[in-house]
């Protein structure tokens, strides 16, 4: 079997990890949230916190995600000391046991949704992304720069008629949604209305080439770093996978993916495979992707969308939506079968199941808790995913005889 893990964003995760447990995941995935972007994670951090997950039972599979400084996505003064950081970092882990480190190389912002809270045909809660919206922030409350010339007619429009029934408490969500951190990072990767217009200029004068022979150029200088210490990197899709606020994007197509294995030809330079993300793009057929990058990943997760070609999409169930999940999860179980016959390594396969939606039994377990639940990151509706995702890959399995 693929080995079922769970993000997990560590003490402060409403999610215990006893309940994680119980899901069926043996396997953790985190991250040293509370170190700052560009800090070196020594071992001794590293260490306090496998002892943790390892004292209910569960190994620490994935470290997801060792932060990309912004100086080293735009070649900015000092960026060399974050490289030497980052590769340290790896170093530290691949000491420690940690043989999988997720990355991703999204300019200024991790993610984006326009919608947090928007309501299923079941009332379960999940997040949407609509392009009407992106472009009403954008252009009448970020009021970024030459803006307008990069959007179509229709998309202005349909911004303005949007924009212009919004309340101010509306507006005022709108914005938190926008500008909200990374989910497990608390306010450290949250921008202001101006902190966000200031990281958009400063990626001014850096195209999508530029950001491309960047992220090469770090590959070429962390690469090497991963495979002394027998660690495996996989870098994440862009989430959505195309420009937001005029920033290049560079992990979004089958060209980009290919362009950074050719990069660095090597097993420790592999991809983190998230069907979410591949599949909010129009045009990305993701079990395609998947047989085509099979060899190189490193880490999968897997969830679903519904999407349209004007770049809208919403979260679905693990096993509804656009994304064929049985074709992406046939992919990689003919693909683990494969490296076992060949004895490579590099067979486990971590795969989480990414996102869930909030269901009723997660917003009592917030109110009972007093804390809050991460969008996406709820324990019932991923457990649903992941009983999904379970029961699937058994039933590939039996298909294809590799049960």
């Given at each position: 079997?693929l080995?079922?893990?769970w993000?997990?964003?560590g003490?402060?995760?409403p999610?215990?990890l006893?309940e994680v ?8 995935v ?14 001794d951090?590293i260490?306090?916190r496998?002892?943790?997950i390892e004292?209910?039972?569960l ?17 900015a003064?000092?960026y060399?000391r ?5 590769k340290?970092?790896?170093r530290?882990?691949g000491?420690?046991?940690?043989d ?6 999204m300019?200024?912002?991790?993610w984006?949704r ?7 045909s ?5 997040s949407r ?14 009021q970024?720069q ?7 007619e ?15 408490a509306?507006?005022?969500k ?7 951190g ?6 450290s ?11 958009c200029?400063?990626y ?5 080439a ?8 770090f590959?070429?200088e962390?690469?090497?770093a ?13 989430d959505?996978?195309?420009s937001?606020?005029g920033?290049?994007?560079?992990v979004?197509?089958h060209?980009?993916l290919q ?7 090597s097993?420790s ?5 998230c ?5 909010a793009?129009?045009?990305?057929d993701?079990p395609?992707l ?8 490193n880490f999968i997760h ?7 070609q004007?770049?809208?999409?919403m979260?679905e ?12 999860m046939k ?10 016959k060949e004895?490579?390594?590099d067979?486990r396969?971590?795969?989480?199941p990414d996102?869930?939606h909030l269901m ?18 709820s ?6 995913g ?5 029961g699937l890959?058994?039933g ?8």
């Amino acid at each position: 079997m693929l080995e079922q893990t769970w993000r997990w964003f560590g003490p402060q995760d409403p999610v215990t990890l006893k309940e994680v447990k119980q899901t069926g995941a043996t396997g953790v995935v985190t991250a040293l949230h509370h170190l700052p972007t560009g800090t070196v994670w020594s071992v001794d951090d590293i260490m306090r916190r496998k002892q943790m997950i390892e004292s209910v039972g569960l190994r620490w599979s994935v470290a997801e995600s060792i932060p990309v400084h912004e100086a080293i996505k735009k070649r900015a003064p000092g960026y060399e000391r974050y490289i030497e950081n980052f590769k340290t970092s790896v170093r530290n882990l691949g000491r420690c046991g940690i043989d999988t480190v997720c990355y991703n190389f999204m300019p200024a912002l991790d993610w984006s949704r326009t919608d947090l809270a928007a309501t299923c045909s079941d009332g379960s809660i999940a997040s949407r992304f609509e392009m009407h919206a992106l472009v009403a922030f954008d252009l009448f409350i970020l009021q970024r720069q030459k803006a307008e010339g990069e959007y179509s007619e229709l998309h202005i429009q349909k911004a303005r008629d949007y924009y212009a029934i919004l309340s101010e408490a509306d507006k005022a969500k709108l914005i938190r949604t926008i500008l909200l951190g990374f989910p497990g990072s608390g306010e450290s990767s949250s921008y202001s209305l101006e902190g966000l217009k200031s990281a958009c200029d400063e990626y001014a004068t850096i195209d999508k080439a530029a950001l491309q022979s960047n992220l090469q150029h770090f590959l070429r200088e962390i690469v090497p770093a991963a495979e002394e210490s027998g660690v495996l990197l996989g870098i994440h899709p862009d989430d959505p996978p195309f420009s937001l606020f005029g920033l290049p994007r560079v992990v979004s197509t089958h060209d980009d993916l290919q362009r950074i294995i050719d990069a660095v030809d090597s097993p420790s330079n592999g991809i983190t495979f998230c069907s979410g993300s591949l599949g909010a793009g129009y045009q990305n057929d993701v079990p395609a992707l998947a047989r085509a990058f099979a060899q190189r990943v490193n880490f999968i997760h897997l969830r679903n969308v519904s999407r349209n070609q004007e770049g809208d999409f919403m979260e679905e169930n693990h096993l509804d939506g656009d994304v064929d999940m049985f074709e992406v999860m046939k992919v990689f179980v003919l693909e683990q079968q494969r490296r076992l016959k060949e004895g490579r390594a590099d067979h486990r396969m971590p795969l989480r199941p990414d996102h869930g939606h909030l269901m009723r039994a997660d917003q009592l377990l917030a109110e009972t808790k007093s804390k809050q639940v991460y969008p996406g990151y709820s324990l019932f509706g991923r457990m649903r995913g992941l009983a999904e995702l379970r029961g699937l890959e058994l039933g590939v399995r039996r298909i294809h005889g590799t049960s």
